[in-house]
Structures are given as C-alpha cells and as structure tokens.
C-alpha cells in the first residue's frame, strides 16, 4: 500500500464548477498535512496547510480527518488559473507526497 | 519566489557515469530535502540534512549521497547511473530541523540518462 494515495484523475471540469479531491494516508503518526499546486514542467508550490478544524483560503477549502487517515480539497468556482497538479503531502520527519491529481478547467 | 536555487537545470549523462546535482538555499534553512519525481509521478524523499547531517532517508540506494555545506548549499550526488534515474531531482528547505515543516522548493534539474 502506498503511503499517500490520491484519487487518480485526470478531473475535467467547466470554468465555474465546483471539483473535490481526496487522499489517503497510511502513517497514522503523521502530524503536519498540506495540498500542493505543481504547474507543468515546474515544481510544487504550497497551496495550503491543512489543520484538523478544516481550514478555508478564498476558494479553497481543506479538511482533515485523522480517524480516517484521510484528507480532501475543495475548490469553489473554479478558475482556468486552476488547471494544474495538485499533490497531498503528509509530513512525519519528513515528507511523502502523493502521486497528484490533474485537473484541467475548460472554458 | 523561495530563494532556493538548482544547477544545473538540464543535464544528460550515459549509464554508469556520475552526476552532482547542487542547490543554493536561502539564509537561515537549516533543512534540506531532496526529492526525485519521474513522469507523471509524485516527488520521492530520498534524503535530508539538517546543519551538514544527514537525519532521514528515503529508499533509495547508497549510490544516492548528500552533502550539506555550513553555507547552506547542498549537493546530490548519484554513482553508476541507471536509465531509472531519469527524473526531475527537486531540493526543497525550511528553517527547522522537522522536514515535516513546509517545504520550499527549488525549479528543479532535469536529468536525462541514455
């Protein structure tokens, strides 16, 4: 089993859709969690820490739920600017991210 | 930007020869992570460093080594390359010890193996 898993994708949505993503993971000792943005032949960039309240920055919501060992993201309204590759990564002494979910927005 | 940079950008190399791959860091990072992402993959830990140590490893082989300078650069250095090896190697930092701390990555080197 591998430590973090993500749906598989590729998502195709329509500018202004609503689009989740979910994620797995296998740790149960993991204790920081965040959802990364990778662009096209760039590197990841952070998009946002997730906290086990659930957390909100703008159009994008996180949750956490460590019961289940699992994480999503929510995006609102979505954006052309939004197509790209979005990596949950869980963080135990060190890093494991997930293998990333492609997303495209249409017009 | 991250203020974290990588040299080179692109390199291709043959099987069985060795590569260093180097990252300049920003002032004050006292960790470093490398990662390795093939196509169409995540990034993969192989190692970090914190303050010239390494203290976490990944699993990949010995033919994988760091090093860690007190200016806090770094080097990734792979022996006896395999056509596997082709991959875009990511360095990554942030100002504790825990890499579990938000990352900030460097653009990346692309490696190509033939």
Redesign the interface.
């Given at each position: 089993r591998k430590e973090v898993e993500q749906d598989p994708g590729p998502f195709n949505v329509p500018e202004g859709a609503t689009v989740a993503f979910n994620c797995t993971y296998s740790n149960s000792a993991s204790q920081s969690f965040f959802w990364y943005r990778q662009d096209c032949r760039k590197e990841p960039k952070l998009l946002m820490s997730v906290y086990s309240s659930g957390n909100e920055d703008g159009r994008f919501t996180a949750q956490l739920n460590r019961a289940s060992q699992y994480i999503s993201l929510l995006i609102r309204d979505s954006k052309l600017s939004d197509s790209a590759t979005y990596l949950c990564v869980v963080g135990h002494n060190d890093m494991r991210f997930g293998a990333g979910t492609r997303l495209t927005v249409k017009p | 930007e991250t203020g974290v940079t990588q040299s080179p950008t692109h390199l291709i190399k043959t099987r069985g020869q060795q590569v260093t791959l180097r990252c300049s860091s920003q002032s004050g990072h006292n960790t470093v992570?490398w990662?390795q992402q093939a196509l169409?993959?995540?990034?993969?830990?192989i190692f970090?460093y914190y303050r010239e140590e390494e203290n976490?490893r990944?699993n990949f082989p010995p033919r994988f080594s760091g090093l860690q300078f007190p200016n806090y650069s770094s080097e990734l250095n792979v022996n006896a390359l395999e056509l596997d090896d082709s991959a875009l190697y990511?360095c990554?930092n942030n100002p504790g010890r825990?890499?579990?701390?938000?990352?900030?990555?460097?653009?990346?080197t692309r490696l190509l193996v033939l």
């Open positions: - | 992570s990662y169409g993959q995540g990034p993969q830990f970090q976490g990944g990511l990554a825990g890499g579990e701390e938000t990352q900030y990555f460097g653009p990346g």
